[in-house]
């Protein structure tokens, strides 16, 4: 049984820093394209970041040069640093996967698979 199950979430100052987790059981993910997307209230599911299986990745332009993705093969874990978060970082961000190597440009359509969810919230 493919699962994800997020980790890491919380309140934080605008500028700070959170690290998010995203632990795999179920299947190996070090051939997978597995993405962190976010929704915030009222806000339709936007994809944020993602690793391919062959390891490169991709951003939105809204986290470029703030957040990073990085995937830990040994631990069966990708991880999600954000960096300079600001109030328009509040949402509930989700890890998902594609069950493919391939990150087809975050399209959330192409995502099958995602985890409960862990809750974002940047405010001073």
């Known amino acids: 049984q493919l699962q994800l199950v997020e980790s890491g979430g919380g309140l934080v100052q605008p500028g700070g820093s959170l690290r998010l987790s995203c632990a795999a059981s179920?299947?190996?993910?070090?051939?997978?394209?597995i993405g962190w997307f976010r929704q915030a209230p009222g806000k339709e599911r936007e994809g944020v970041s993602c690793?391919?299986?062959?390891?490169?990745?991709v951003y939105a332009d809204s986290v470029k040069g703030r957040f990073t993705i990085s995937r830990d093969n040994a631990k069966n874990m990708v991880y999600l640093q954000m960096n300079s978060l600001e109030p328009e970082d509040t949402a509930v961000y989700y890890c998902?996967?594609?069950?493919?190597?391939?990150?087809?440009?975050?399209?959330?359509?192409?995502?099958?698979?995602w985890g409960q969810g862990s809750q974002v919230t940047v405010s001073s």
């Open positions: 998902a996967t594609t069950r493919s190597s391939y990150c087809y440009s975050l399209l959330v359509k192409w995502f099958v698979s």
């Open positions: 179920g299947f190996t993910l070090d051939s997978y394209a």
């Open positions: 690793i391919k299986g062959s390891g490169s990745t």
